[in-house]
């Protein structure tokens, strides 16, 4: 079942202008199980639980997807650029290997 | 006919199991449905055979020495104009002796603006981290950097 996850988008620098660059910073807490730890209490092996597809898109339309393994950090980052076409709404799908999907959106202002 | 039957039954049977074996044998090779690739097998994937040259237009930042291997941040910039001809199609981030080589594939749009990618990785132990990018023209660029890890994240 899908479960309501703390996830963040971030735009930095806060303030900018159409056509500028920007970094979109995307993190998300997950718990990025890798399938070969053992539990100290039980003993017994946690089940692989990572997120293996991120799709970032600008108005609906994607301008960056991403495949991802097991060996990305628990609580993932990621990071990359974009060129502020104007007013705008980024959201971000993810999808896990066990079949939990979650999106996140936050507006893009840019001031002039 | 009795016997004709019976031997019948018996190839009939054999080739059951010889077609059953191999895909019991396979799903214990792959748990995880074949995504596990070692460094070779990884870069053979992606690539499709074609080379690979080291370049100076891949700026691939890691730290020297990462204390903790669970958490080592990795950033990949490329010098390109991102335009519809000319740009960066995708950044692979990989590591060379984790149990999965593979750590992201990016897949790049010029709506991007610039060759840029960060996140934050997990190292089993010191090996090198390579950045394989892939640009519009379908040529293939990379760079690597080693990095010291005193304690594996991958446990």
Not at chain 1, 68 to 77: C, F, G, H, I, L
Not at chain 2, 19 to 39: C, H, M
Not at chain 2, 55 to 78: D, H, M, Q, R, W
Not at chain 2, 82 to 100: E, P, R, Y
């Amino acid at each position: 079942m899908a479960e309501a996850r703390k996830s963040m988008i971030k735009f930095k620098p806060k303030k900018f202008n159409v056509g500028d660059t920007i970094k979109v910073d995307f993190i998300v807490i997950h718990p990025m199980e890798t399938g070969t730890r053992k539990d100290k209490k039980t003993g017994n092996i946690k089940p692989a639980k990572y997120i293996d597809n991120i799709t970032f898109l600008l108005d609906g339309k994607p301008f960056t997807t991403m495949k991802v393994w097991e060996t990305v950090s628990t609580n993932p980052y990621f990071s990359v650029n974009l060129k502020v076409p104007g007013k705008g709404k980024i959201t971000v799908d993810y999808t896990d290997n066990t079949g939990e999907k979650n999106t996140k959106s936050k507006k893009l202002k840019p001031k002039g | 006919m009795e016997r004709r039957n019976f031997i019948k039954s018996i190839c009939a049977a054999s080739a059951v199991a010889a077609t059953i074996t191999p895909s019991a044998l396979l799903a214990k090779e792959a748990p995880k449905g074949g995504n596990i690739l070692s460094y070779d097998a990884a870069v053979a994937a992606i690539t499709g055979g074609k080379t690979v040259t080291d370049s100076s237009k891949v700026a691939l930042t890691v730290p020297e020495i990462a204390e903790n291997g669970a958490v080592v941040p990795v950033k990949v910039n490329v010098e390109s104009p991102m335009t519809d001809a000319d740009h960066v199609k995708a950044i692979h981030v990989l590591s060379t002796k984790n149990g999965n080589a593979r750590c992201a594939d990016v897949m790049l749009t010029p709506l991007n603006g610039k060759g840029y990618f960060a996140t934050r990785i997990k190292l089993a132990g010191t090996q090198d981290v390579v950045a394989l990018v892939e640009l519009s023209n379908g040529s293939f660029l990379r760079a690597a950097k080693p990095v010291k890890v005193t304690i594996g994240g991958c446990g």
